[in-house]
T-cell receptor, first 114, second 114 residues
């Protein structure tokens, strides 16, 4: 049973517009969420995280929103740039210092067109 | 330069022939982890280690072994590889288990088991 779901395998947006990547989870014990970005032939790199005590975390062009009641989070990129084209993974754990397991979604491939 | 190195980067082997993929980090990180990435399945955690001599199973540990005799090294051992272990493998490390946003990933090892 997949505990972290990214239901859109791909997303295509125009440069300058907003990209919204979605993630749903089923395990109510998850309370720490991370987004990773992955380019081909490279390992993933950390992008942004959010703890369940918050509903929003912002870092430059990247904002993550968390809706605990809906068990849903989203990553907003605005404005989108061609260099943002990559695969984005949502991941969840049972909190800092809790379970050390990290569960990933299947990823969403974002393409930003010039 | 802070980095996680994996060797080999590419490996073709045959069913049943024992192999080891090495992972080393130079950041004095306590937490290390192995993941595999498969098409349509995203990243899945195989094993993780909180510190020297402390290891635990992730979501897909079957067919794998690990050891953590030194802080910097976390080798992944396939005692009797099978074709379903053909995958892209990533090693990662972070300062501590609760600091997953500091997690650095290696460049990946692409394994083909015939």
């Amino acid at each position: 049973d997949q505990q972290v779901k990214q239901n859109s395998p791909s997303l295509s947006v125009q440069e300058g517009r907003i990209s919204i990547l979605n993630c749903d989870y089923t395990n109510s014990m998850f309370d720490y969420f991370l987004w990773y970005k992955k380019y081909p032939a490279e390992g993933p790199t950390f992008l942004i995280s959010i703890s369940s005590i918050k509903d929003k975390n912002e870092d430059g062009r990247f904002t993550v929103f968390l809706n605990k009641s809906a068990k849903h989070l989203s990553l907003h990129i605005v404005p989108s740039q061609p260099g943002d084209s990559a695969v984005y993974f949502c991941a969840a754990s049972e909190g800092r210092g809790g379970s050390e397991k990290l569960v990933f979604g299947k990823g969403t491939k974002l393409t930003v067109n010039p | 330069e802070a980095q996680v190195t994996q060797n080999p980067r590419y490996l073709i082997t045959v069913t049943g022939k024992k192999l080891t993929v090495t992972c080393s980090q130079n950041m004095n990180h306590e937490y290390m982890s192995w993941y595999r990435q498969d098409p349509g399945l995203g990243l899945r955690q195989i094993y993780y280690s909180m510190n020297v001599e402390v290891t635990d199973k992730g979501d897909v540990p079957e067919g794998y072994k690990v050891s953590r005799k030194e802080k910097r090294n976390f080798p992944l051992i396939l005692e009797s590889p099978s074709p379903n272990q053909t995958s892209l493998y990533f090693c990662a490390s972070s300062l501590w288990a609760g600091g997953l946003e500091t997690q650095y990933f290696g460049p990946g090892t692409r394994l083909l088991v015939l």
